[in-house]
């Protein structure tokens, strides 16, 4: 099956700093990559996905590169603002034609003032 | 209410009680999920209903037990817990591979903050 493995666990940013959090996948397959944004005592809300036909999508301050050949997604965010504090998930899914995502460990984002 | 909710919010419950999580969605979606999140395993995926039928469990024990009576709605029901199962419980649903797509947003429950005393 899939295995996503998601890096940093933890990340701390001065504010207005950039952020990036890292994840590969094992399933060459894999062809739908989301992430998610959970901020404390909230429930995981997608904040912007990436299909495999694709490599590169931005929204606003938020953008996902997708390296199929080294099989690696990343997230990024410029500007980081304090709001942007929370834990945020990537998943993978598609392969062996499932739709059931997997998820990385998560990575806590911590945007200091 | 739109979405997908979940009931009770938080529950105490001692290991021998008997108890069920509820949960609803108002989305039109196929697929209904359980995961359980603690701070060992952030997203653990527990089980999947597709259309009503149970297409995976997670290496599950058998203190949880799930139903599906249909599409919109999914309980857990919880006996002879162990402390290690507190956690929260959170509930999600999608459309499946039949909608024609992997490319399935999960939406979340706010959870179930489930404490075994």
Known sequence: GENVEQHPSTLSVQEGDSAVIK????????????????????????????????????????????????????????ETQP???????????????????TFGRGTSLIVHP | ??????????????MTNKKSLKCEQHLGHNAMY???QSAKKPLELMFVYNFKEQ????????????????SSHLFLHLHTLQ??????YLCASSQDWAGGSSYNEQFFGPGTRLTVL
């Not at chain 1, 929370?86 to 062996?96: D, E, K, L, Q, R």
Request: overall charge neutral.
């Open chain 1, 23 to 78: 994840c590969t996948y094992s399933d060459s397959a894999s062809n739908y990559f989301p992430w998610y944004k959970q901020e404390l005592g909230k429930r995981p809300q997608l904040i912007i996905d990436i299909r495999s036909n694709v490599g590169e999508k931005k929204d606003q301050r938020i953008a996902v590169t997708l390296n199929k050949t080294a099989k690696h997604f990343s997230l990024h965010i410029t």
């Open chain 1, 83 to 101: 709001e942007d504090s929370a834990v945020y998930f990537c998943a993978a899914s598609g392969g062996g034609g499932s739709y059931i995502p």
């Open chain 2, 1 to 14: 209410e739109t979405g997908v909710t979940q009931t009770p919010r938080h529950l105490v419950m001692g």
């Open chain 2, 34 to 36: 359980w995961y359980k």
């Open chain 2, 55 to 70: 297409t995976e469990n997670n290496s599950v024990p058998s203190r949880f037990s799930p139903e599906c009576p249909n």
């Open chain 2, 83 to 88: 402390p290690e199962d507190s956690a929260l």
